[in-house]
């Protein structure tokens, strides 16, 4: 079996409401629709810092690029089995607020998977832990709310 390995960085968004930006899709799994919410994250390329692979992807997936990173929410690394392939991803979030609400839109790049992605919000970080698909993202929800620099 082919083994993988690949990093990504992403964000648990915050407003000045303590809302916190979610990204919604339908998509197939196993010959079936399902509708996920996620937070925003994706692969650091070549070159780029976590940090800047974080505010990118949450740029590219929601529109929304006036970040400001408020803290380091660490990594998880987990692996799973997809098409006949072993994937090892390592997870790093950053808790991060959004400066300005002014959205730019997504990247509608011909083929682009975040294309396929509609921002939405929660209305705290108790119900963005509630709404989100998977464990991994909620554990990241709950390490923003005890981070040290909020209140």
Known sequence: MKEIFYRTGG???LDDRG??????RHAERGGEQVHE???PKG?????????QAAIREVREETGY???RIIGDLASYRHSFEHGGERITREERYFLMALVSDVNYGQDMSAGSEEALFEPTWA???HEAELRLSFESEREFVRRAAAHPLLP
């Not at 809302?19 to 919604?24: A, K, S």
């Not at 692969?43 to 940090?51: K, R």
């Open 43 to 51: 692969h650091v390329e070549a070159g780029e810092t976590d940090e």
């Open 19 to 24: 809302r916190v930006l979610l990204i919604e």
């Open 11 to 13: 964000g648990v968004v």
């Open 123 to 125: 209305d705290s970080l």
């Open 37 to 39: 919410v996620r937070l």
């Open 65 to 67: 690029s006036d970040l």
